[in-house]
């Protein structure tokens, strides 16, 4: 019983920059053990953008590590996606997740980022 709420999406031109949040709000005693990103663009698959786990430890997807910074406020349950040297390629849905001890991970409902001059 996680729910994820995302913002801080929208339109930038390539080289731009964007700041994505996800607020997450737990109802349960399940405990959230990494937040991530995830995005999806029409016709593609989902594929992972960054994730973090409470340790501090993040993983990156290849086609954005570098650009891309994921960072934590884990006591308010929050995630954010710090998106630098945007390109027409990170045009997709983001989703927040949270994994979840002993649950299947929750997913918020999306935002839209779209990297066009």
């Known amino acids: 019983q996680v729910q994820l709420v995302e913002s801080g999406g929208g339109v930038a031109p390539p080289g731009g920059s964007l700041r994505l949040s996800c607020a997450a709000v737990?109802?349960?005693?399940?405990?959230?053990?990494?937040m991530g990103w995830y995005r999806q663009a029409p016709g593609a698959q989902r594929e992972l953008v960054a994730d973090?786990?409470?340790?501090?430890?993040?993983d990156y997807g290849d086609r954005v590590e570098g650009r891309f910074t994921i960072s934590r406020d884990n006591a308010k349950n929050m995630a954010y996606l710090q998106m630098n040297d945007l390109k027409p390629e990170d045009t997709a849905v983001y989703y927040c997740?949270?994994?979840?001890?002993?649950?299947?991970?929750?997913w918020g409902q999306g935002t839209q980022v779209t990297v066009s001059p």
């Open positions: 973090m786990h409470n340790n501090g430890r993040a």
């Open positions: 997740n949270a994994g979840i001890t002993g649950r299947a991970s929750s």
């Open positions: 737990s109802g349960s005693i399940f405990k959230i053990y990494s």
